[in-house]
């Protein structure tokens, strides 16, 4: 099964509350081992379940493994209580926040019940979050809203998404401002807030139609958007999950530009 994408990862409890009382275990050398110890990226975690969070469309399970109970993130499916579980592909978090429902992980695994799966970010949009646009693996661009045609941000770091892809190489590391159209909007993954956006510009054929975003600002889908961010080109977030092109670190402003559809 596939995950749907850039996720509002979340989970209950009292603010502030910090996972305590855990064997959280170290990274290890084994990718494959039942042992927590042993889980590396890309690897695989098992356990038997002793608890579910779900949180739709994901679940929070938490095994028990040899080296005590471990935390995890994965898509929803049906799970029972008492049964074997192994998650596929996964990427540790340590002190990972969950703003929505207020509850703090001292350390947590995210992945797929899935092998051929990613982990459970925005990490796997369509999770077609792999292939982002263009030729990447990891995330998948959001599907063609039929956006535009949008006004161009203005300033001498203005870009539109096609002309951001077509430069990418050059802007590695540049500032710059896009105005465009949410039309997927992920809060509170990895601590940050995951948004892409459209404008009506590029080829959605190839990819080049949207561009994935990270803030710490809000946003809502529909929304039309100015943002200011960092350009990275070949993002590597860990269990083989990339984005060829991502922008970072980004401020975000309505913006007055209009959107047809």
Not at 4 to 20: D, F, I, K, M, N
Not at 40 to 68: F, H, K, M
Not at 100 to 121: E, N, P, Q
Not at 157 to 182: C, F, P, Y
Request: hydrophobic share 40%; glycine share 12%.
């Amino acid at each position: 099964m596939r995950i749907p994408a850039l996720l509002a990862l979340s989970v209950l409890v009292t603010a502030g509350c910090t996972e305590s009382g855990q064997s959280d275990p170290k990274p290890g050398a084994t990718a494959t081992a039942t042992s927590a110890q042993a889980v590396v990226a890309g690897g695989t975690l098992s356990g038997t379940l002793r608890e579910q969070i779900p949180v739709e469309p994901y679940v929070y399970v938490r095994l028990e493994t040899d080296n005590g109970d471990v935390w995890a993130a994965v898509n929803q499916a049906p799970l029972a209580i008492g049964a074997p579980v192994t998650v596929y592909n996964v990427m540790l978090m340590e002190q990972f926040a969950s703003e929505t429902l207020k509850r703090t992980f001292a350390r947590i695994y995210f992945g797929s019940l899935d092998s051929v799966g990613g982990f459970a970010g925005e990490p796997q949009e369509d999770l077609g979050p792999p292939g982002t646009s263009g030729t990447s693996v990891g995330a998948v661009p959001a599907e063609d809203a039929n956006i535009g045609p949008v006004a161009k941000a203005r300033g001498a770091d203005a870009r539109t998404i096609r002309e951001l892809w077509t430069e990418k190489s050059h802007l590695a590391g540049a500032t710059v401002s896009i105005r465009g159209v949410v039309v997927k909007y992920n809060p509170g993954v990895m601590g940050k807030n995951w948004i892409h956006l459209q404008d009506g510009s590029g080829d959605a054929a190839r990819g080049t139609h949207d561009i994935a975003i990270t803030s710490l600002d809000e946003a809502a889908v529909g929304d039309t958007v100015t943002i200011t961010g960092t350009v990275r080109t070949n993002r590597d977030l860990g269990a083989g999950y990339t984005y060829e092109l991502l922008v970072e670190d980004a401020k975000v402003a309505s913006s007055a530009g209009s959107a047809g559809r």
